[in-house]
């Protein structure tokens, strides 16, 4: 039985995951208390909480949910007289007691520039092949099809009131054509009842403003109007002295393209768009919607030249591709293509992936695509990079990464509804990305458990970058967790919602030198409202990076300060 309501945008799973989080809260009282005996204490199951440390520095410090005691016995009272005996076996006491000055891990730890900049290998963002979606597509139609009792009619013809080809019943359509050859989707024009399911109008709309935006030169855009967002502007919308004439670039050489429908007055077709959709008239919308699509096969699928050995011209919105700036996807194109496919994917799923047990390290929750990009740009993933989430859920962030810098990426999770929606998001978004005509780099995904998983022992030497959601993690999780990372690679970075040492300041000392996490070099980074589905509010996040050089300086300095010791002991 289908669903009559499912959450299908970002924007409703994250206010009902924060419904859940307040409905949950509400309840507390009603959990059974810990019971608390002389070997576990309350603040074994807390989270890290802030404190503030006396010192120099004045500044807040994480500390461990149980605080290490003290490492200096208490001091014996000296007797007027003593032994020659009793008095070595003080001076032993004395030497092997003796405090060892503590050692900042880094200086760099309380510094906002983590990683100097570098220059990143450069990657091919376009491809050559046909941008076909192929069998088993999900298309914004298909989602419209499956929660039909979701949806309702929007449009009606003005002119004919008896005309029920726009009722819901009708399903009526339109299509639209996307960058690369043999793309096009169908669209059911439809309303969502509830506003914040999705929405194929509003979605046909943002993708069509994108390759207005970001496929075409100011010249092709002339073509197609003005943005919605330039209606209450002076905008001078005179077409082109030569409107028969399109360039594919703004070079005079280029070749002409014919284009067959243009209104040579000049028509401003999204403008139409925007005003169809206001009076909600349907046979304007068809029509508009059909020129514009005529406009973009125009530009898609050049005419031949009339000397039969020429070559044949390309596909002028593909060349736009190679025109970008800084060789980077545009991050309207990044995030519509990211949307596009969770709508389709994931959102249909919404209430399957809210099905976990409470209080463990199996609830559900997501990155936002904005923190991804943030996290991304913070340990500088590039195309060469290996990058594994562990514990991925719907693999939103692996299919980011591997988009948006075309790197290989690498993600397990323990939960088999999560795991099965991620295979079939991976598989959409491959066909999105030929739609849209650009590269994407190799993601695999993996149903299983992270810490007995073969292929993660296989690649943590191999990685560049890890990424660890444990906001919700057991403290046993997160502990089995650390011994994993001694296998990393030097240099390496492990991205965490929690830090996975006991103090962010990383202050090594003679208690904790030989401790795991000592290795890591770490720094904090906040993120912004919004950045989370789990709550409203802002939050840091950690980067821990291996350091083992680093680690040995430290190591040696305790060495010789307890030769030192040692030496004024004997004294």
């Known amino acids: 039985m289908v669903p009559d309501i499912c959450v299908t945008t970002r924007r409703a799973w994250k206010s009902q995951m924060i419904r859940e989080q307040e409905t949950a809260g509400s309840q507390a009282h009603l959990l059974p208390p810990t019971p608390v005996s002389a070997e576990t204490s309350p603040e074994a199951d807390e989270p890290t909480h802030f404190a503030q440390i006396a010192g120099p520095s004045k500044r807040p410090r994480i500390l461990s949910v149980a605080p290490e005691p003290t490492l200096r016995p208490p001091k014996s009272k000296k007797r007027a ?65 499956v929660l039909s009792r979701s949806y309702k009619t929007y449009f009606k013809n003005l002119d004919d009131s008896s005309d029920t080809s726009f009722e819901a019943e009708s399903y009526p359509a339109t299509e639209l054509e996307y960058p690369n050859a043999n793309a096009c989707e169908t669209y059911y024009i439809l309303a969502p009842k509830d506003p914040d399911h999705y929405n194929p109008i509003m979605c046909l709309e943002q993708s069509l403003y994108t390759i207005f935006e970001c496929y075409l030169t100011p010249t092709q855009q ?17 077409p ?38 206001r009076r909600r008239d349907g046979p304007l919308f068809l029509s508009t919607m059909q020129n514009i699509n005529q406009l973009l096969r125009a530009l898609k699928y050049p005419s031949l030249p009339s000397d039969p050995f020429a070559p044949a ?21 990044l995030m519509r293509i990211i949307d596009e496919t969770y709508q389709r994917s994931v959102g249909p799923h919404a209430l399957k992936l809210n099905r976990y047990e409470a209080f463990s390290s199996e609830v559900y929750g997501e990155l936002m695509p904005s923190f991804t990009s943030d996290i991304i740009a913070a340990t500088r993933l590039h195309k060469d990079s290996l990058f594994m989430d562990l514990g991925c859920g719907v693999g939103n962030v692996l299919v980011q990464a591997s988009l948006e810098t075309c790197c ?6 323990v939960m088999p509804t999560p795991a099965e929606v991620g295979r ?9 990305c030929r739609m849209w005509g650009l590269s994407m780099g190799e993601v695999e995904l993996e149903e299983g458990d992270m810490l007995t998983s073969q292929r993660v022992t296989e690649l943590l030497p191999q990685a560049d970058v ?12 997160n502990e089995a967790l650390r011994p994993r990372f001694l296998d990393l690679k030097e240099g390496a970075i492990v991205v965490s919602l929690k830090p996975f040492v006991s103090s962010l300041n990383a202050r090594v000392t003679e208690r904790n030198v030989d401790d795991i996490s ?16 789990w709550g409203s509010g802002g939050g840091s996040y950690y980067l821990h990076r291996v350091d083992r050089e680093g680690y040995a300086v430290i190591k040696q300095q305790f060495e010789n300060q307890r030769a030192r010791s040692a030496r004024a002991s004997r004294r």
């Open 222 to 238: 002339a073509l197609f109007g003005t943005l919605p967002t330039d209606f209450l502007q002076d905008v001078d919308n005179t």
């Open 81 to 145: 007289t003593m032994s020659a005996s009793s008095s070595r076996t003080q001076s032993r006491q004395r030497s092997e007691t003796l405090d060892i000055e503590s050692i900042y891990r880094s200086s760099r730890s309380r510094s906002t520039s983590a990683f100097p900049p570098a220059d990143l290998p450069r990657r091919q963002l376009w491809i050559t092949e046909d941008g076909s979606p192929g069998e088993n597509f999900v298309s914004a139609a298909s989602v419209v099809t």
């Open 424 to 432: 079939g998001q991976l598989r959409q978004m491959k066909k999105r």
């Open 313 to 333: 011209p390309p596909n002028v919105l593909i060349e736009a591709i190679k025109g970008w700036p800084s060789n980077e996807i545009p991050n309207r194109v």
């Open 466 to 477: 890890v990424l660890v959601n444990n906001k919700v993690f057991q403290q046993s999780l």
């Open 518 to 533: 000592a290795i890591f070099d770490v720094f904090e980074r906040p993120y912004r409202s919004g950045s989370v589905s």
């Open 240 to 277: 082109p002295s030569s409107p028969l004439t399109q360039l594919s670039g703004d070079s005079e050489q280029s070749s002409p393209v014919k284009l067959p429908s243009y209104d040579p007055r000049g028509m401003n077709y999204l403008r139409l768009l925007q005003r169809s959709i």
């Open 408 to 413: 290989r990426s690498y993600g397990i999770e």
